[in-house]
């Protein structure tokens, strides 16, 4: 028999540094996966310091830290996660985080690091290792991170690394006994104070208020910040829809709900009115919460009621937030436009905290107990939409918060079997007081939402007609099927004919639709063209002169060249003039400008700030675009996004000449950036007379068609940026206290999430 | 026949100067009027006698970058202190000066139309303007010398028709400074002696 040859399979250390890229998009995810390692590992401080002087990141926390076997088996060990070989530590804590990609977190953020590590029963241990030569050496096992220990404290490890006064001053306040600190020298990318902010804001929304208590983080941005300012704190407002506040007090259960989904835009008093709320809603609406008491010993079945009375008194906060809407929704339901919650957050579920330690597995992210509650299967039970009959419940990844429990609800057993079901009486009557607090929310939530939706109906009969006829057609269709008729197929009944009628006119409207788009921007060739009429019409004549002089000087044989050459000059530049006029009206009809696809909005910005600078020269009127730094892309139609930008900038010349502003007012700012929600912000800005007259009063009123504040204008320019602000599920904010004009214009991707 | 002399008021410095060239090559001396935000009517005034301007084409807006006033109103003045001295509008904004109540709207010309068309017709109209000028000056000088000839034996409205005479042609410079009271006639300077006499009486 031949020999037999074993081959290992190998693994390029390269694919290691490519797989992990992949994982970690951006600077964030890598600060963020960093930030749940060290929660995941019990910390209750994690310290993001970014030295500007050295150029490098310190990341420490207090959590548990790591052995030296910790590391081998699997910090070292590429795509293991501890959760899957390991679920419950020494201690009975379960490890939670996936993919095992947290430490290629380092690589996105700088080329080498180092770790100090320590636990309770080990000494401090170094790790460095250099994450360049992943990008050198042909295969992974080939890479070797040093490992080494030493006697020092992990404060000692700390002091070594940081040395600034501020940062060290997080020691004093919180237990640094044990814990990991990072060290992430050479940094990738530059950490702009731009990128800082950004990163910042962010990371206000990571850690849900109701853990703030348990688990502080700092981020030290500069030399000279001091605790107070590098500590990240949550702003609330901004992180719900509904928010139910509740205190279980001797058999009593009091709950509080906020309403923070609602903007009425202006329409306050009208909705109020015409929607049947009553002032205590009015109240309700304006942050003061709905608060019920409820007695639970009379609520639950017999033999529960002697755990009820036994459990003692615990506390929480519950939070609720749409995952996203459709603009209709939004207009129909009065939602305030936020920022769509991340899936999967570590931070979201709903925790519980016995005395401020955390009791896991309670809500922890990708395990069973994720939705200890059972809120899904709850839901799945009553799937009702909110504005329908049946009562509306909320899914689990809606809704993340807290429950506070302390050693003297003993009869609460905390410790969930491998299935996560507890069978005690005491936990039963625990959740459900939290599952009567949740329905608070829920009924109240469903309570507005059909008085709205009742609203709407009375505003738009129409749709309600479209709707239910549509629903007879179905159901005559089902009944025909049912009774197998053997009916002659000509014969449509009413409905039906109505049912082909609706549906030839829905065509005709989008044929319609795709007209206006193109109309609309030959429009704005024409707007700009009437803005622009008594220019261009001198330019037949000026060139017209200059020809003629032109004349005079040659046949007389006058050898004054400079005046020769200076006419010529001046002849230049009405052709130039005239060139750009043509730019900026009929190369927008290009072809290739009408069709839809994905576009980096800042060249096309760029192009078109570019075809309008000599117009604007001749008018000594100066534009100013800022860019920003990173591109931004959009589905869209080039055109759109040019037919905005030509009818503002005509405006603002048009403004300039009517009101003679002066000179130095004679100035247009451009910027474009890429919000938080997804959205592209446009803000656009000019120094001269702004919105006047009762327009200042009410500016909502300049977008509406055929209203002109110009004695030849066209009353198009700005309802036109208002309906493409509409088709791209966007709006146009106008401000007009502003020392000038004002306009800020976000878009959105023309497809929308279905909740 | 000496050299038609026209003047030409505009903030435009650039068309100024081709239209310069442009007239100096039909035969006119061409004068350009420099106005700034600092000009009064009175400058204008200067001008016109200093350089013996005998039209004047002027631009309708002037104080969007500078002077104080528009074209109309040097219109305007130039009517009453330079008795029938050809001026016109010579704009591109037509519909604009048409809505100045200081002219009429035969004064304005527009910019545009001439430029197109080389300026041509627009030599002949400013020749013959010029002429029509000439032709009243001369016969005001013919009747000045009649009247002043038999001054004193004039009666009252000769005398007034002397003076006025005498005033329209020192204004361009015709005649020689003199003062009024020596083209009173005898009889005039007996009633206005008489008058003195009764309000000496009277007090």
């Known amino acids: 028999m031949d020999r037999v040859k074993e081959i290992p399979f190998n693994v390029s250390a390269r694919m290691a540094v490519l797989i992990g890229r992949e994982n970690i998009p951006n600077l964030y995810s890598a600060i963020t996966e960093l930030i749940k390692n060290s929660y995941d590992a019990d910390a209750d401080a994690c310290v993001i310091y970014y030295d500007d002087v050295n150029d490098k990141v310190c990341l420490f926390d207090n959590g548990s830290g790591m052995t030296e076997q910790d590391i081998i088996d699997y910090w070292m060990n590429l795509g293991i996660s501890m959760k899957l070989t390991k679920p419950n530590s020494k201690k009975g804590r379960i490890r939670t985080g996936s993919k095992g990609v947290g430490r290629f977190a380092l690589d996105k953020i700088a080329e080498n690091c180092t770790m100090i590590t320590k636990t309770e029963s080990d000494n401090l241990l170094k790790w460095d290792v250099e994450w360049e030569k992943l990008n050198t050496i042909e295969k992974i096992s080939d890479v070797y991170a040093k490992l080494s220990y030493n006697n020092h404290s992990y404060i000692e490890g700390i002091q070594n690394i940081v040395h600034n006064k501020n940062v060290l001053k997080i020691i004093e306040k919180h237990n640094f006994e044990i814990g990991t600190m990072l060290e992430m020298r050479v940094l990738r990318e530059k950490w702009t104070q731009r990128k800082i902010s950004k990163i910042r804001k962010q990371l206000t929304q990571l850690i849900p208020s109701g853990l703030c208590k348990n688990f502080k983080l700092y981020f030290f941005t500069s030399s000279e910040m001091n605790i107070e300012e590098a500590l990240i704190s949550v702003v609330e407002e901004n992180t719900y829809d509904y928010k139910v506040i509740f205190d279980y007090n001797d058999s009593i259960l009091t709950t509080k709900v906020f309403r923070n989904e609602f903007d009425f835009r202006g329409e306050f008093e009208y909705v109020m009115k015409e929607g049947n709320f009553s002032q205590e809603d009015r109240n309700y609406f304006n942050g003061e919460p709905k608060i019920e008491k409820l007695n639970i010993s009379e609520e639950v079945v017999k033999h529960l009621v002697e755990a009820s009375k036994k459990i003692g008194d615990f506390s929480g906060e519950l939070y609720f937030r749409k995952l996203s809407q459709q603009s209709k929704e939004r207009e129909k339901l009065y939602y305030k436009y936020n920022t769509s919650i991340r899936k999967s957050n570590i931070f979201g579920g709903i925790k519980l905290y016995r005395d401020n330690f955390r009791v896991r597995p309670f809500g922890e992210v990708d395990t069973k107990s994720y939705d200890w509650l059972n809120l899904n299967s709850r839901k799945n039970a009553s799937p009702s939409s909110i504005t329908h009959t049946g009562s509306w419940k909320v899914r689990a990844e809606q809704m993340q918060g807290t429950i506070h429990i302390s050693k003297k609800n003993k009869g609460i057993n905390d410790t969930l079997s491998r299935d996560g079901i507890v069978d005690t009486h005491e936990f039963s009557v625990f959740e459900k007081i939290i599952i009567k607090a949740i329905v608070k929310l829920e009924e109240d939530r469903q309570d507005v939402m059909r008085k709205l939706n009742l609203l709407y109906q009375k505003k738009h009969p129409v749709e309600v007609f479209e709707k239910e006829i549509k629903e007879m057609a179905k159901n005559e269709r089902n009944n025909e099927k049912r009774q197998d008729n053997n009916q002659n197929f000509n014969d449509s009944s009413t409905i039906q004919k109505t049912i082909k009628l609706i549906e030839h006119k829905n065509e005709v409207i989008d044929n319609l639709e795709d007209e206006n788009r193109i109309l609309r921007t030959l429009a704005t060739s024409g707007i700009i063209t009437n803005s622009y009429s008594h220019e261009i019409s001198s330019f037949n004549s000026l060139l017209s002169r200059k020809l003629n002089v032109l004349k005079i000087k040659i046949s007389k044989d006058d050898k004054n060249y400079r005046r020769i050459n200076e006419v010529l000059n001046s002849m230049e530049d009405v052709l130039s003039n005239y060139s750009s006029w043509f730019d900026v009206t009929i190369q927008t009809l290009e072809s290739n400008k009408r069709i839809i696809k994905e576009l980096n909005v800042n060249n096309i910005i760029r192009n078109v700030v570019e075809s309008w600078k000599t117009l604007l020269e001749v008018r000594n009127i100066s534009i100013n675009y800022n860019e920003s730094e990173s591109p931004i892309y959009l589905e869209c139609f080039e055109y759109d996004l040019v037919v905005i930008l030509n009818n503002l900038i005509s405006n603002s010349m048009d403004a300039f000449r009517i009101h003679k502003t002066p000179k130095n007012k004679k100035k247009i700012s451009l910027s474009c950036i890429l919000v938080d929600d997804g959205r592209v912000s446009i803000e656009y800005s000019d120094l001269g007379p702004g919105l006047i007259g009762e327009f200042k009063e009410n500016p909502q009123k300049v977008l509406e068609p055929l209203i002109s504040s110009k004695d030849n204008g066209t009353g198009l320019g700005l309802w036109i940026i208002k309906k493409i602000a509409t088709e791209y599920n966007g709006e146009v904010i106008l401000n007009s206290k502003y020392e000038g004009f004002y306009i800020k214009i976000l878009l959105k991707q023309k497809d929308d999430n279905n909740e | ?203």
């Open chain 2, 1 to 203: 026949m000496s050299n038609y002399v026209i003047g030409i008021i505009d903030d435009d410095v650039d068309g100024t100067k081709d239209y310069k060239d442009i007239y100096e090559d039909k035969g006119f001396e061409t004068h350009i009027f420099d106005i700034d935000e600092d000009s009064i009517y009175h400058d204008v005034g200067n001008w016109i006698i200093e350089n013996k301007i005998e039209l004047i084409m002027v631009d309708y807006l002037l104080s969007n970058a500078s002077a104080k006033f528009n074209g109309d109103k040097i219109l305007n003045y130039v009517k009453q202190n330079f008795y029938q001295l050809p001026v016109i509008i010579l704009t591109s904004r037509v519909k604009e000066a048409e809505k100045s109540n200081y002219i009429e709207h035969w004064f304005i010309q527009s910019k545009d139309e001439l430029d197109k068309k080389e300026n041509n017709y627009m030599v002949s109209e400013i020749k013959h303007a010029i002429d029509v000028f000439r032709f009243k000056k001369e016969k005001w000088m013919e009747e000045y010398k009649k009247l002043f000839e038999k001054k004193e034996k004039n009666n009252p409205d000769e005398t007034e028709r002397l003076k006025e005479l005498y005033r329209y042609l020192r204004t361009y410079g015709e005649v020689d400074d003199i003062s009024t009271e020596y083209l009173n006639s005898d009889l005039s300077q007996k009633i206005s002696e008489f008058n003195d006499i009764m309000k000496k009486l009277l007090k």
